[in-house]
């Protein structure tokens, strides 16, 4: 791990790792998807996949988090070629933001053109419950804006422009294939604002209320990393958040927020995300 901006990844890391996932699988998937925390086992439903242990990809960064396995899982799912992150890495276990996003531009050098990421995030969003699906119809990327910017350094032209637009980060077809699945298939959509944070500790009631009133609705310690660097490259991005926990606006003191509460909801959220995650691949 180099924690030094300056240092970054070249465009022959990144060629090293594509080059090495291309040689262990003959599909050639257009749509990668991202499993977060508790998330992973819809990759479990794929049958006959190629598995490739992060670990044995170069320069490839390995989560270090209980709920988040580390591989990738390609395979046929809903008649579409997908490959799957089961788990990702994070900046609060010590990567730079140009780690946690290494998989984004291997996805691109493979030729993905759609990445869907799903997270598990507190909910800011008094109408919000536990076990929610939300759309993402927009970010704040306030790590980011604090400095740890994804793309900060030299730009690497080789995948995108300088100053990249942000206008529409979540693909607006997406959102729209999403919202008639959704209805389709009986599952209950929320849609809001998803802020990154870098965590790990869950955040405190005045900073709770503080985020709230800036407009989000969700927060979380992922994503969006992901969505500016495949957003720079030129991907199509569709973000959907699992309620795993319910932020608290006020201190209450028999409330407390621990990793356990969002791994175990995210697993009864599970059936939910995966009814909604192939409708919208099978209508792909
Ligand atoms: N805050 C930040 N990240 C999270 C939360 C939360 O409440 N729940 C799941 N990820």
Do not use: C
């Amino acid at each position: 791990m180099d924690y030094n901006w300056k240092v970054m990844y070249k465009l022959s890391d990144f060629q090293a790792a594509a080059e090495m996932i291309r040689g262990r699988t003959n599909f050639r998937p257009k749509i990668g998807l991202v499993l977060g925390s508790g998330l992973s086992s819809l990759a479990d439903t794929i049958p006959n996949p190629d598995i490739i242990d992060y670990a044995d990809i170069p320069n490839w960064p390995r989560s270090t988090v209980e709920g988040h396995s580390g591989r990738l899982v390609v395979g046929e799912l809903e008649g579409q070629s997908v490959l799957i992150m089961q788990g990702r890495v994070h900046t609060y276990e010590g990567y730079s933001a140009h780690d946690v996003t290494f998989p984004i531009r291997v996805m691109k050098l493979l030729g993905i053109e759609t990445v869907i990421l799903t997270n598990a995030a507190g909910g800011l969003n008094p109408a919000f419950h536990v076990g929610d699906l939300m759309l993402i119809t927009d970010h704040i990327n306030w790590v980011g804006m604090a400095g740890l910017n994804p793309l900060k350094g030299e730009n690497d032209a080789n995948f995108g422009v300088r100053f990249p637009d942000m206008t529409f980060a979540y693909d607006r077809d997406l959102q729209k294939l999403a919202r008639k699945v959704a209805r389709e298939e009986g599952v209950d959509l929320r849609e809001g604002v998803y802020t990154w944070l870098s965590g790990p500790n869950f955040e405190t009631p005045a900073e709770i209320r503080m985020l709230y009133r800036l407009g989000s609705d969700a927060v979380g310690m992922s994503t969006v990393p992901s969505v500016v660097v495949a957003r720079h490259a030129g991907m199509r991005v569709l973000g959907i958040s699992t309620i795993t926990n319910v932020a608290p606006h006020h201190p209450s003191p028999d409330h407390e927020t621990t990793h356990d509460e969002v791994i175990e909801t995210g697993k009864i959220v599970v059936p939910k995300l995966i009814t909604l995650l192939r409708g919208i691949l099978r209508q792909f």
